[in-house]
């Protein structure tokens, strides 16, 4: 029993030493602790597609696409989809057939994902953003409307020259 208690009172001690040594650098202590602060330098934009403000429809713009299809004469609409992502179509006024004659994405330069659509083309590379086009794959007009099919050859031959310096 004697030993016991020795072993108990020994367990005791040394929980008190342990506590003793870790509670010991939570106190105040007199010097003051300096606070020391990092500053960073900020880091720009590596690519347009990370800007919130980038608009595929103004960047287009800018190079010259709506000037471009404005010289068909064609009846035509650009559609935003979404940031990256800009449809051109002839006006078919037919909600089955919708008229894109062409789709504008962006992409980051190491990003290969447009290579899995089966009909693009590289527009061209700027500020860091490779700028595609994609060719519908099936006619999206009535090819009985002879004035459908001239506008949608116009617009096609535009968007299929088009490039962006």
């Known amino acids: 029993m004697r030993k016991n208690r020795l072993l108990s009172i020994a367990l005791v001690l040394m929980m008190t030493g342990i506590m003793a040594f870790a509670f010991a650098g939570c106190g105040e202590s007199e010097e003051p602790v300096q606070e020391t602060t990092q500053t960073t330098e900020e880091t720009t934009t590596v690519s347009l597609l990370e800007d919130p403000e980038f608009d595929i429809n103004v960047i287009l713009t ?12 064609a009846d035509y609409s650009i559609n935003k989809t979404s940031g990256t992502v800009c449809e051109v179509a002839i006006n078919t006024g037919s909600e089955e057939l919708d008229g894109v004659a062409g789709t504008f994405m962006a992409f980051s330069p190491d990003s290969s994902e447009y290579e899995a659509f089966p009909d693009y083309r590289i527009c061209g590379e700027k500020d860091g953003v ?3 086009l994609l ?28 490039v962006i310096e």
């Not at 800018?62 to 004469?73: I, K, V």
């Open 130 to 132: 490779v700028y595609v």
């Open 135 to 162: 060719s519908p794959t099936d006619v999206r007009y009535d090819a009985n409307d002879p004035q459908q099919q001239e506008d949608y050859g116009k617009i096609s031959e535009v968007l299929n020259a088009f």
């Open 62 to 73: 800018n190079a010259g696409l709506q000037e471009a299809l404005d010289a068909t004469g």
